[in-house]
């Protein structure tokens, strides 16, 4: 497969309409490919919290509908990154959505894990409940959102559920870069997947991006990853070397805590 990365930046001087407009071209770009992920809250910023409400759509508003667009016109399958959805009560999630080649949305995940402690997404925002995967011609696809990295149980979760390939989309800080990439490392070892995790560049809310978006394989090794400015990564990987890796070191095949407990005899 071919996967392409788009590390898109934002910043403050931008439109929400013109980031749509441009991520729609740069997706464009990426003919060819199988997958393209976008970022965290690209449209508005993962950490510009006063612009969240007015900036929330309904799922199928202006972003679903122009990213559904940009899919079906490049050919891809694509995770769009997330966005601030306003749903029908009127709470606010952070939103990702993935879109088939024919501009179909094949899924949606709302970000369980939710950052700020007492301030910010973790007050402003609903949390999701379910774990998605969606089923890829080459490959399942486990979804996750920033700071759901560091919760290592939702990607057991998302590995139970058939995942081999783990879609981290983020607006991760630059101050706290050093946990993305070992995170991001981790998460592949310990559950013998891909892991495409992708950022984005820019300063917003007055907080840096860290960028370095990556695609780690299943022994934990990166395959390629940007720097610090708005970039395409794109890089090949073999999907069934997930197969092989569990064939070749069944460690999964071990584990003993987390699992359903044994059915007993009346």
Not at 53 to 78: R, S
Not at 87 to 115: I, M, Q, S
Request: negative net charge.
């Amino acid at each position: 497969m071919r996967a392409s990365l788009i590390q898109i930046a934002v910043n403050p001087d931008e439109s929400v309409n013109s980031r749509r407009q441009r991520a729609a071209s740069l997706i464009a770009d990426q003919r060819g490919a199988d997958l393209v992920v976008l970022p965290e809250l690209w449209p508005v910023g993962a950490f510009a919290y006063t612009s969240f409400a007015e900036e929330a759509e309904p799922l199928q508003g202006p972003t679903h509908d122009i990213m559904a667009k940009a899919a079906a016109e490049a050919g891809v399958w694509l995770h769009a990154g997330s966005f601030v959805e306003r749903a029908a009560d009127g709470t606010l999630y952070n939103t990702a959505l993935v879109f088939t080649p024919e501009g179909e949305r094949a899924a949606a995940y709302r970000k369980v894990h939710r950052f700020g402690f007492d301030k910010g997404e973790a007050v402003m925002m609903g949390a999701g409940e379910e774990l998605v995967t969606v089923a890829l011609p080459e490959t399942t696809l486990g979804l996750a959102t920033c700071y759901d990295l560091r919760f290592p149980e939702m990607f057991r979760g998302l590995v139970d559920a058939g995942a081999e390939t783990l879609i981290v989309a983020a607006g991760w800080p630059e101050r706290r870069r050093a946990h993305w990439t070992l995170l991001a490392r981790a998460r592949a070892v310990e559950n013998q997947s891909y892991v495409l995790a992708v950022g984005t560049a820019g300063t917003h809310g007055g907080i840096q991006q860290a960028g370095h978006s990556i695609v780690i394989d299943p022994w934990g090794e990166v395959l390629a990853e940007a720097g610090a400015d708005e970039e395409v990564l794109s890089v090949e990987f073999d999907p069934s070397k997930v197969a092989a890796t569990r064939e070749q070191f069944p460690a999964l095949k071990d584990r003993r805590l987390g699992l359903a407990p044994p059915e007993t005899g009346e």
